[in-house]
């Protein structure tokens, strides 16, 4: 199980880099799924933390999930926003 534990923080770390990859979309779509791959990254972080004592790298994944949470909520309200009302470049 310790061997299970150390090794969390490689998919911890994969996750962040595909979430923020997928962030930098200018596809909603994409964005959606880095906002939830951040958030898997923010839990697995904690686990690891949690298992190395790491109490800073818990309290900045617990912020961090927060940010990630408001995030996602602000692109969810843009693309609902941009549904309504669609961009000037769309229109003749």
Known sequence: MEAVLDATQWPAMAATL??????????ANKR???F?????????WIVWGWYASA???????????????RGSRKNEA????????????ARP
């Open 36 to 44: 939830g791959w951040f958030i898997l990254s923010n839990v697995l």
């Open 32 to 34: 959606r799924w880095g």
């Open 55 to 69: 109490y800073a790298l818990i309290a900045l994944q617990v912020g961090l999930f927060a940010i990630n949470i």
């Open 78 to 89: 843009a693309s609902a926003d941009s549904r309504i009302r669609p961009s000037r470049e």
């Open 18 to 27: 595909i979430a923020a990859w997928l962030v930098g979309s200018q596809s």
